[in-house]
């Protein structure tokens, strides 16, 4: 039962995930969307958990992809190459820096160096941007996890 749950947990992490990813198209949910980077914590912890189970469960990826149904293979494939992709588009769009407010203005900076200062709809689309690389990440490692549960769910209902 425990498994069952963690697995929806972990496929409506996903979900919601993919739902602030593609957001940040159109919106900036840092300041849209009340707490979204929550999720990033919610992300670590889901993870740790199927860590965890695998451990406890001696899953590993030899013993996960023969019994793994090949759409959710084909789904960690896809979020991990996605994910890699849009790290580095991320990474490029940022400027290695970070936005944040210094002495009242908007500015771009990284370890407390001031990169420039841009524009308040500049900062909104760097905010957006910033989403978009975490939630990038909380897609695979939430589907990553689900991966996990599932088999799991499948090794506890057949008993292999």
């Known amino acids: 039962m425990k498994t069952k749950i963690l697995c929806y947990f972990a496929l409506c992490g996903f979900v919601v995930s993919l739902l602030v990813h593609i957001s940040t198209f159109f919106i900036n949910p840092q ?18 958990l199927a860590l965890n189970t695998a451990k406890k469960s001696n899953l590993n990826i030899v013993s996960l992809a023969p019994n793994t149904p090949t759409w959710i293979i084909c789904l960690v494939i896809i979020s991990f190459i996605y994910t890699g992709i849009n790290f580095m588009i991320f990474m490029a ?55 996990v549960f599932y088999v799991n769910k499948i090794r506890e209902t057949v008993g292999y």
């Open 31 to 48: 300041e849209k969307i009340q707490g979204v980077m929550l999720i990033h914590v919610l992300c670590i912890v889901v993870l740790g």
């Open 93 to 147: 769009l940022m400027k290695n820096g970070s936005p944040e407010i210094v002495n009242g203005s908007y500015a771009l900076t990284s370890h407390g160096q001031l990169i420039e200062y841009v524009t308040y709809k500049q900062f909104q689309r760097y905010q957006a941007y910033e989403v978009r690389g975490f939630s990038g990440h909380w897609m695979f490692f939430f589907i990553a996890a689900y991966a």
